[in-house]
């Protein structure tokens, strides 16, 4: 059985997609914590159920660095086999990173390479593009330019928002964030080391 810690800052509707399947009897995997960098909304997909959740809020420390420390420190408490970013929206450190991945991946709503960065959905919409789509990404310490273990498109139609394009995009994300979790207990996908030490 694979541990999941999942990482957020909003409303963890990605994050409570993943916790329905892990109640599944024949998921491969089962998220042993939850994480933020504010009092995020989504935290209490987890509390419902029991699991822990803790929360490193980004403005109680001096910088990046710091933050991401003690984040670490709290991910590892947990030795988790795979760290999931689920709109945890703030870059990590390189020595989090560097600690965690290949076994640390992220969930973005476009079809990376296209539109990179804090505002995916956005960017694609003023681009005038008829396609986007979502990605499941392996976090390296580049900006959403990790290695893309899965993707598919999602249409833009005319008169699209970004929270109606938005909308559209996140329940594919969340098939596909269940199906790559799924795969990586499994080993279709192929991650090698760190992510709990
Ligand atoms: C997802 O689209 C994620 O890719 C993006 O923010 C959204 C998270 O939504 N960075 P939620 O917190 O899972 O509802």
């Not at 790559?180 to 030490?197: F, G």
Request: aromatic content about 4%; some cysteine.
């Amino acid at each position: 059985m694979l541990s999941v810690v999942v990482l957020i800052s909003g409303q963890g509707s990605n994050l409570q997609a993943l916790l329905q399947a892990c109640e599944q009897a024949d998921y491969p995997a089962h998220v042993v914590a939850v994480g933020a960098d504010r009092d995020a909304a989504g935290l209490q997909h987890a509390e419902e159920r029991g699991i822990a959740t803790f929360v490193v809020r980004y403005r109680d420390f001096a910088g990046r660095d710091e933050w991401g420390h003690a984040l670490l420190t709290e991910v590892q408490r947990f030795q988790p086999g795979l760290v999931v970013l689920s709109g945890l929206m703030r870059l990590l450190p390189p020595e989090v990173v560097d600690a965690l991945s290949p076994r640390l991946i992220n969930t973005h709503p476009a079809y990376l390479p296209e539109f990179p960065g804090a505002h995916g959905v956005r960017d694609a919409l003023a681009a005038g593009v008829e396609r986007t789509g979502a990605s499941i990404i392996v976090v390296d310490n580049g900006i959403d330019d990790g290695p893309v273990i899965a993707q598919e498109r999602v249409p833009v139609l005319p008169g699209d928002t970004e929270d109606s394009l938005h909308e559209r995009i996140k329940p594919v994300e969340r098939r596909l964030l269940i199906q790559a979790v799924r795969d990586i207990a499994t080993e279709r996908i192929d991650l090698k080391e760190p992510a709990a030490r």
